[in-house]
């Protein structure tokens, strides 16, 4: 993978202001192990094989939320395909750039179908962006119509309002996803709000909707993935693997 288009926290900021003062669209996504799995179905991993995958195991459990939500089930050959799509369609893509195998993995499913994105950062620190650029973060929201999708969307929409909304007047709107099979019916939704920037979290259906916001609707869509419950919960959402492998200190130098 290059590295020469590697963005830090300012600069993909920086980016997606850019984006907005412009009216120009931007996606912006994340292709976490969940989201390289559903792409190497058939085209890395044979049916036999990723069907016997921990990830296609936690997937086909059909959580409804926390850790173990996917949002999606194993075979899934159309989530595939519009994922390839819509990554391929991105302007900008994060992944694990730091940790193996994880980072391995996906290059080589970047490398299958020909991925080569124009920008490209480490996924994890949207964990800690609105902490270590907070400046940039308020500057996100000031005067702009914001958008929220996800799971968590109407808790993150309630907390906007009470933290931000007052010193960096923005106005909220909030569209709950659980399952891919809602994918439909929310751009529908999308299709009908007015808004500037879309903030989404929802794993592989994120990276989905945000390139139909940018493509199809021309507006600035960011994924931010476990950055949403780091947003309402005002603290940085960690687990083992950012903690031992990745460093905390680490993500918010970068």
Sequence with gaps: MLTQNTLNSAQLMDRILTALDNQAPLSVVSVG?????????YTIYPE?????????????????????????????????DETVEAVKRSHIIGYNTVVEPAKSFTERVFAAYGIEPEGIFEANIRRVMMFSQK??????????????????????????????????PCSVEAISIYEYEEIPSVKEELAKIDFDLCFLAAGVNA???????AWQLGKVACDI???????????????????????????FKM
């Design 225 to 251: 993935g476990w950055g949403m419950q780091s947003l309402i919960t005002g603290k940085i959402v960690t687990d083992s693997w950012v903690v031992n492998h990745i460093g905390i200190d680490n993500l």
């Design 48 to 80: 036999e094989e990723f069907m016997r995958h921990r990830e296609a195991y936690n997937a086909n459990r059909g959580k409804r939320s926390g850790f173990f939500h996917r949002g999606i089930r194993f075979p899934n050959l159309a989530a595939r």
């Design 33 to 41: 192990q969940t989201e390289a799995f559903v792409m190497a179905q």
């Design 207 to 213: 990276v989905i909707l945000a390139s139909f916001i």
């Design 135 to 168: 400046e940039r973060f308020e500057q996100l929201l000031k005067n702009r119509r914001v958008l929220l999708v996800s799971s968590l969307a109407q808790e993150a929409k309630a907390v906007l309002e009470s933290r931000y909304t007052k010193a960096r």
